[in-house]
């Protein structure tokens, strides 16, 4: 007999349940198309879903080669590996790039409500000098009065994937399922098919 | 005074080597680009290097839809991170896909070697149904004849990926050096030069 098949969102809450013991449990990878037509691929931590959905947030400095790929091609890739229960998520979908220029205050609370939901630590990243260029030994951290009450630095911005295509592997079951998302009449609830595919 | 910069392969050796004890250490992400444009990414296996040279080899199913990707744009980016030592690696190349279609008989030689270096059960995943296709519950694993010393089956197929450029990055120190490869004049050899970014 066939069994059911939940949600991805819930297979990918579970996994993340099972294998919070392990600290990189919230890492995965973000594949993106560069404007010379070739992919780049990086490690990014995952910073929740968004509110009563299933996009997903992530931090990124908006000085990153990755927002020149995302505005170049706005379709990306998270392949996300849990090394414990050995279950793979690759969730495919578009990415909306929140910075502090977005025109949509609406989107612009989300950021600043990302900013502070994010540690201290992390925040003080952002005041570091331009990642990716020539590392110069003068260079000192940006003097800045940063506290914890102040809000988004210019360099934070917030992405959003809405994913579009999930395929889920588990690979001590050996069962691989393709989620794929329609858009419904009205545009906008989707509305998710399932299907068992070969691993 | 700046410390000296080891070659890229050396770092890499010397992260699979600290990070050894994690069975998952030898897994790396690999990012492609299909023929709409869109990237994808999966999880691959470490197959060691070629003989004497920096390129990367996979093993991979032919029938897998990364194949087709790779013949619309033969670039790809590994990226690599070891969850003890919390190193990343971002590795950008060209791939070179040898199928038992290849006209190159030592091309082909190098398929068969990487076949017999490959464990008899992960030979015989090749003998499954096709990747990726709705799972038919009435199939069954093709019978087959096959015995530790058949060569390599139809749908095996070797990925050797020619690195262009490394971007390394340890978590740990802050430290990110990119590798950049300069082809030689007579376009046999590769020099690399490095040069110390930004986090």
Excluded at 160 to 176: A, T
Excluded at 177 to 198: A, D, P, Y
Aim: some cysteine; proline content about 6%.
């Amino acid at each position: 007999m066939a069994t059911a098949i939940l949600p991805w969102k819930q297979l990918l809450l579970n996994a993340i349940e099972s294998n919070s013991h392990l600290k990189h449990s919230s890492f995965f990878l973000l594949a993106t198309v560069g404007s010379t037509g070739r992919p780049s691929n990086r490690t990014l931590v995952f910073r929740g879903f968004e509110e009563n959905s299933d996009k997903i947030l992530i931090n990124t400095d908006s000085r990153t080669r990755k927002i020149e790929d995302l505005k170049h091609c706005p379709f990306a890739e998270i392949c996300w590996y849990f090394t414990d229960s050995w279950e793979q998520f690759r969730i495919n979908g578009r990415v909306n790039v929140i910075d502090g220029s977005n025109p949509d205050t609406i989107k612009l609370q989300q950021r600043e409500r990302a900013w502070f939901a994010t540690s201290f630590k992390s925040r003080l990243q952002f005041l570091g000098p331009n990642p990716g260029r020539p590392c110069l030994t003068e260079q000192s951290l940006q003097e800045s009065p940063l506290d914890n009450s102040s809000g988004p630095l210019a360099a934070y911005c917030l992405l959003i994937i809405d994913p579009e295509k999930v395929d889920y592997y588990n690979l001590k079951s050996s069962q691989r399922i393709l989620f794929t998302s329609n858009q419904s009449v009205n545009g906008e609830e989707k509305c998710w098919s399932s299907e068992r595919i070969n691993p």
